[in-house]
């Protein structure tokens, strides 16, 4: 079945590549899927304030509130973060970030800057280990924001793509290769 379907797509693209114009309109048309997606990506950063507004929970870390494929919506735009607010923060030097629970809020007594501590709800300890070398307290600054919405196991398909990348690169063609042969009305 799958082996038709690609027969039939291929015999599409070569029709194709006979008529140039539309192989351009093609093109064209998945450009603007591509940047749609990237201007709704870039209008949630302004939105939620946050370099990452969407996220997916990557460890069994913080279960059972949320489970390994979770995908968290985050909020940045808000600095009144507490004891028991889950957040997503990003250590120094590190790529990944992390989604912890706030364990202890501590104010500097000399300046309005207020250091948090973390733990992950399944974890036994809280999280100084995890961060940079020589560092006690996550600064605001480190936080990319706090979970205000979930969605469960969505990011499952993230997990996937990430840990088998052969199958990134077959979906991506064959998602640009329907685009491609689609036949507009």
Do not use: C
């Amino acid at each position: 079945m799958l082996k038709d379907i690609m027969e039939k797509q291929w015999i599409e693209l070569k029709k194709l590549w006979l008529n140039k114009r539309q192989l351009l309109f093609q093109l064209l048309n998945l450009a603007m899927i591509v940047f749609s997606a990237l201007m709704i990506w870039k209008g949630l950063m302004f939105l939620t304030k946050s370099e990452s507004p969407v996220v997916v929970v990557l460890s069994g870390s913080m279960e059972p509130a949320f489970q390994r494929g979770d995908i968290l919506f985050l909020d940045n735009s808000r600095n009144d973060m507490g004891v028991g607010d889950v957040v997503v923060f990003k250590i120094r030097d590190r790529d990944i970030p992390i989604v912890h629970r706030i364990l202890k809020v501590h104010t500097k007594p000399d300046s309005n800057v207020f250091e948090m501590l973390t733990k992950g709800d399944n974890n036994r300890v809280d999280d100084r280990g995890l961060y940079a070398p020589g560092q006690l307290w996550l600064e605001r600054e480190d936080i990319l924001g706090r979970a205000v919405g979930t969605l469960r196991y969505v990011g499952m398909v993230t997990i996937a793509l990430n840990d088998y990348p052969v199958l990134k690169y077959v979906l991506v063609g064959m998602m640009g290769l329907f685009v491609l042969t689609s036949k507009e009305g």
